[in-house]
C-alpha cells in the first residue's frame, strides 16, 4: 500500500507527464507548419516518451494498490514566435518536470517509501537526459540560427532520432 501523501504527488506527475506530451505536440505541430519536419519529427518522440513516463507512473500506482486519479490536462500553447522560442521552451519544460520529480522523491524519502524512491530513480536519470537533450538542442540552434543552411543541417538531424520504449523502470 502506498501512503496517500505520495499517491497524491504520483498522480499529479501522471498530469504533468500527459501535459508535456501535448506541449510536444504543440511544438510538433509549430514545426510542421514551417515545414521544418526534422525537428517535428524530434517533438513527436518527445510527445512518445512523455506518454510512456505517464503510463510507468500509472502502472507503478496500481502494483503498489494506490488509486490512479486521472486529471485534467490544460491546453498547450497553440503558437510559438520562433524556432528559438520553441527550443527554450522545451528546456524549461524539462527543468520544470526535474523539479517536480525531484520534490517527489524528497517525499517519498521523508516518508520512508523506499520502493517509490527506488522507482523514481529512473525518472531522476532519465530527467538528466532530458536536460541534457533539450539543452544541446537549444545551443545548436543558437549556433546556427542566422545560417539557413546550418538549420537545415540541424532538421536533418532531427529527422534521424527514433522512438525507443523505456524498459528499465517497468
Given at each position: 500500500?502506498?501512503?496517500?501523501?505520495?499517491?497524491?504527488?504520483?498522480?499529479e506527475q501522471i498530469q504533468k507527464e500527459?501535459?508535456?506530451?501535448?506541449?510536444?505536440?504543440?511544438?510538433?505541430?509549430?514545426?510542421?507548419?514551417?515545414?521544418?519536419?526534422?525537428?517535428?519529427?524530434?517533438?513527436?518522440?518527445?510527445?512518445?516518451?512523455?506518454?510512456?513516463?505517464?503510463?510507468?507512473?500509472?502502472?507503478?500506482?496500481?502494483?503498489?494498490a494506490g488509486r490512479v486519479n486521472l486529471?485534467?490536462?490544460?491546453?498547450?500553447?497553440?503558437?510559438?514566435?520562433?524556432?528559438?522560442?520553441?527550443?527554450?521552451?522545451?528546456?524549461?519544460?524539462?527543468?520544470?518536470?526535474?523539479?517536480?520529480?525531484?520534490?517527489?522523491?524528497?517525499?517519498?524519502?521523508?516518508?520512508?517509501?523506499?520502493?517509490?524512491?527506488?522507482?523514481?530513480?529512473?525518472?531522476?536519470?532519465?530527467?538528466?537526459?532530458?536536460?541534457?537533450?533539450?539543452?544541446?538542442?537549444?545551443?545548436?540552434?543558437?549556433?546556427?540560427?542566422?545560417?539557413?543552411?546550418?538549420?537545415?543541417?540541424?532538421?536533418?538531424?532531427?529527422?534521424?532520432?527514433?522512438?525507443?520504449p523505456p524498459s528499465a523502470a517497468e
Amino acid at each position: 500500500m502506498i501512503k496517500k501523501s505520495i499517491e497524491e504527488k504520483l498522480n499529479e506527475q501522471i498530469q504533468k507527464e500527459f501535459y508535456s506530451a501535448y506541449l510536444y505536440l504543440a511544438m510538433e505541430a509549430y514545426f510542421s507548419s514551417i515545414n521544418l519536419d526534422g525537428f517535428a519529427n524530434w517533438f513527436h518522440v518527445q510527445a512518445q516518451e512523455e506518454c510512456d513516463h505517464a503510463m510507468l507512473i500509472f502502472n507503478y500506482i496500481n502494483r503498489v494498490a494506490g488509486r490512479v486519479n486521472l486529471r485534467q490536462i490544460d491546453e498547450p500553447p497553440a503558437d510559438f514566435g520562433s524556432i528559438e522560442e520553441v527550443l527554450k521552451a522545451a528546456l524549461d519544460h524539462e527543468r520544470f518536470v526535474t523539479g517536480s520529480i525531484n520534490d517527489i522523491l524528497e517525499l517519498a524519502n521523508s516518508e520512508k517509501d523506499y520502493k517509490t524512491a527506488a522507482f523514481l530513480q529512473w525518472f531522476v536519470n532519465e530527467q538528466v537526459e532530458e536536460e541534457e537533450n533539450a539543452e544541446k538542442n537549444l545551443a545548436a540552434f543558437q549556433f546556427v540560427k542566422d545560417d539557413p543552411k546550418g538549420i537545415l543541417l540541424l532538421d536533418r538531424e532531427m529527422a534521424a532520432r527514433v522512438y525507443t520504449p523505456p524498459s528499465a523502470a517497468e
